[in-house]
């Protein structure tokens, strides 16, 4: 539970990680809460962690993440809390 897949071509690719839930902006950045409620954004390789914690995940057209952590609150940018 908890794969992240890529669409390629006319099929699915894994990609690393386990994540609870996603969020992709319009300028393809791609962003997740990992199992561990982590947050996580795809550099091309992988996935580099950012501080904080949270249970979910949007992301805006220009790639910045808005998420909720535990306690209900709201952050936005890159650098959640």
């Given at each position: 539970a908890?794969?992240?897949?890529r669409r390629?071509?006319?099929?699915?690719?894994?990609?690393p990680g386990a994540a609870r839930d996603?969020?992709?902006?319009a300028n393809g950045a791609v962003w997740v809460i990992g199992t561990d409620s982590g947050t996580y954004r795809w550099n091309g390789r992988g996935w580099t962690?950012?501080?904080g914690a949270a249970v979910?995940?949007?992301v805006g057209?220009?790639?910045?993440?808005w998420v909720v952590n535990a306690g209900r609150v709201i952050f936005r940018g890159s650098r959640v809390r």
């Open positions: 908890g794969a992240i897949y390629a071509g006319n099929g699915w690719r894994r990609m996603i969020g992709v902006g962690k950012v501080p979910g995940i949007s057209r220009a790639g910045k993440p």
